[in-house]
């Protein structure tokens, strides 16, 4: 203190809009965004997602339109989910490495679209396509059988590797998943196709509008394969195993109510660490906004900025178009 006035006085660099944007600690580019999207295969228009205001679940021709406007936005990439009919599914999701299935179908028309401008990326996870909705082949006892499953994922990682997937997002949660599929695309000739090892996925309440996006038949839940909400040290533990596994990217999931573990991985791997703002967190935001509660456009934003400001280098987020669309405009101002 000088007398009576403060000698040190942190707000002056919070005096302006330029001021503020000249110092800010955390930034967005389009390039740190990736756009979910989904299509379904037995539908001639698009379906709206009624738990998630604004989605739908697609067309391939309306997939091809999506991704060219990302791209066009300078977004980083875009994460393809496969919404089967029920009458493909079955107990071991055969769908899944179908070349003509729903997902390598429409992986082969983006990366045809898109490829060489934006990282066309696959959910590796068989929840979408089988009867039972795991994320894995069922034992005699109803249990998810861990080792038979990996021989699933490592059929449908080679599948969508020659559907012109880049990078592959392994989410079924099963031990050892990341070696197998590695070794699979090894020895097919993928060396270059990459691994985004969903790392420190927890049995997560949020996930329930996502349940309805890609038309879940899930009886039951995911606690003995995913990872329990209580558990910090575990989720930290499963990323270093798949960064010894191969893993090229890792991944916390959900965003908001784990970002200690954004920070706690980001730290101590050698590779990216992303973040899926996931469909609960859409969901929230857009129900209390549409009720007058919230400022959407800021709090959209705020929500991403504190995951990257976590460590999140890259944030999967149903917003990314917006946001790319939002951020390119504040550049040309």
């Given amino acids: 203190m000088t007398g009576r006035f403060p000698a040190v006085r942190p707000r002056r660099l919070r005096s302006t809009p330029a001021l503020r944007r000249l110092v800010a600690e955390t930034r967005i580019d389009p390039a740190q965004l990736i756009l979910p999207l989904f299509v379904r295969d037995d539908v001639v228009d698009p379906v709206p997602i009624t738990s998630m205001p604004g ?32 009458e493909v599914k079955d107990g071991v999701g055969s769908a899944a490495t179908d070349p003509d299935g729903v997902l390598n179908a429409a992986t082969r028309a983006v990366a045809a679209e898109v490829g060489d401008v934006i990282v066309v990326q696959t959910d590796l996870c068989l929840d979408e396509f089988t009867d039972h909705g795991h994320c894995g082949v069922l034992a005699a006892d109803g249990s998810v059988d861990n080792d038979a499953t990996l021989g699933r994922y490592r059929d449908m990682a080679v599948e969508q590797a020659r559907a012109g997937s880049q990078l592959l997002g392994l989410s079924g949660m099963m031990d050892g998943q990341v070696a197998a599929v590695r ?119 705020e929500s991403v900025v504190g995951i990257r400001r976590a460590g999140a280098e890259a944030v999967l987020t149903y917003w990314a178009v917006e946001l790319a669309e939002r951020l390119k405009k504040e550049s040309r101002a």
Avoid: C
């Avoid at 309306?62 to 009919?85: C, I, Q, R, Y």
């Avoid at 090892?197 to 879940?216: C, D, H, L, M």
């Fill in 55 to 86: 989605l739908v679940q697609h067309t391939v021709d309306t997939l091809k339109a999506a991704v060219n406007e990302a791209a066009d936005l300078g977004v980083g990439g875009v994460m393809l989910f496969g919404v089967p009919s029920d």
């Fill in 183 to 301: 070794a699979a695309l090894d020895d097919e000739g993928f060396q270059d196709v990459a691994i985004l090892a969903y790392a420190a996925k927890y049995a997560s309440a949020f996930y329930g509008p996502f349940r309805e996006a890609v038309g879940s038949t899930l009886k039951g839940d995911r606690k003995t394969y995913q990872l329990d909400p209580a558990n910090r040290r575990e989720g930290v533990r499963e990323a270093l195993i798949d960064v010894d596994e191969g893993a090229d990217v890792v991944m916390v999931k959900p965003a908001m109510s784990y970002l200690d573990l954004v920070a706690d991985v980001s730290a101590v791997v050698p590779v990216p660490t992303w973040a899926y703002q996931v469909s609960g967190e859409y969901a929230m935001i857009e129900a209390a906004a549409a009720n007058g509660w919230i400022d959407r456009d800021r709090a959209i934003l």
